[in-house]
C-alpha cells in the first residue's frame, strides 16, 4: 500500500497568514503516460465528511476559494491556504488515488493562533 | 447533484454482520461513469477505504486486502442503491461508515453512519 504522510500534524496560525501543509507519499503518484498526479485534497469540519476541495494535485474543485491552491509531484506535495480565513479551522487530508487500496493521510489539524 | 445517504443499524454485537446501505440520488449505480465507494473513519485508523463497485459492461468489485473474505459491497439497481456487509466484526470496526463516489477521488460523500461494535 502507499503510504501518506502528512506534516505537521497540527498547525495554528493567525487570520489572513498563510497557512502550508505538506503530504508526502511512500511512491509517486506521478502517472507517466499522461504526467498526472493523482493526489486530491479535502476537508473535514466536525460533524461533516470530508468535502473535496484539490485532485490531480492542483485542480481546484468548482467552488473552492481560490484561497486554497496545490502543488507539487512525484512524491512531495503541498496545500496552501493564501489568507487564512476563520471558516478555514478543520483537518485536511490528502488521498492518493494512484494505486488500490487508495490511502489517506494522518490529517493536519488546523487551528486559528 | 448527486446525493448519498448511508442507513443500518447504530449497534452491532460482536461476531455479528454489519449490513449498510447507502441510497443514490441524482446519479445511477449502474452508470458507466461512476464508481461507488464505502470508506470509514475511526480515531485508530483515520479515514480507511473499504471496498468500492462499478458497472463497465460487467460489475466489478474491489476490497480493501484487509477485509477480504469478510466484506461485500452489492449494488441494487432496482433501488438504485448499494450494500455493505462486513461479517464477523470486533470492536476495531466500529467508527463512522460513509459511502462515497463518484470517481477515483471522492467528489460526493453522504453524511456518514455511526456503527459501533459492542455487546
Known amino acids: 500500500d502507499i503510504v501518506m504522510t502528512q506534516s505537521p500534524d497540527s498547525l495554528a496560525v493567525s487570520l489572513g497568514e498563510r497557512a502550508t501543509i505538506n503530504c508526502k507519499s511512500s511512491q509517486s503518484v506521478l502517472w507517466s503516460s499522461n504526467n498526472m498526479n493523482y493526489l486530491a485534497w479535502y476537508q473535514q469540519k466536525p460533524g461533516q465528511p470530508p468535502k473535496l476541495l484539490i485532485y490531480?494535485?492542483?485542480t481546484r474543485e468548482s467552488g473552492v476559494p481560490d484561497r486554497f491552491s496545490g502543488s507539487g509531484s512525484g512524491t512531495d506535495f503541498t496545500l496552501t491556504i493564501s489568507s487564512l480565513q476563520a471558516e478555514d479551522v478543520a483537518v485536511y487530508y490528502c488521498q492518493q488515488y494512484y494505486g488500490t487500496p487508495n490511502t489517506f493521510g494522518q490529517g493536519t489539524k488546523l487551528e486559528i493562533k | 447533484q448527486v446525493q448519498l445517504q448511508e442507513s443500518g443499524p447504530g449497534l452491532v454485537r460482536p461476531s455479528e454482520t454489519l449490513s449498510l446501505t447507502c441510497a443514490i440520488s441524482g446519479d445511477s449505480v449502474s452508470s458507466d461513469k461512476s464508481t461507488w465507494n464505502w470508506i470509514r473513519q475511526s480515531p485508530s485508523r483515520g479515514l480507511e477505504w473499504l471496498g468500492r463497485?462499478?458497472?463497465?459492461?460487467?460489475?466489478?468489485?474491489d476490497y480493501a486486502e484487509s477485509l477480504k473474505g469478510r466484506i461485500t459491497i452489492s449494488p441494487d439497481t432496482s433501488k438504485n442503491q448499494m450494500s455493505l456487509q462486513l461479517n464477523s466484526v470486533t470492536p476495531e470496526d466500529t467508527g463512522i461508515y460513509y459511502c462515497?463516489?463518484?470517481?477515483?477521488?471522492?467528489?460526493?460523500w453522504g453524511q456518514g453512519t455511526l456503527v459501533t461494535v459492542s455487546s
Open positions: 490531480w494535485a492542483s
Open positions: 462515497a463516489g463518484t470517481g477515483s477521488y471522492y467528489r460526493t
Open positions: 463497485t462499478n458497472y463497465r459492461s460487467k460489475w466489478n468489485r
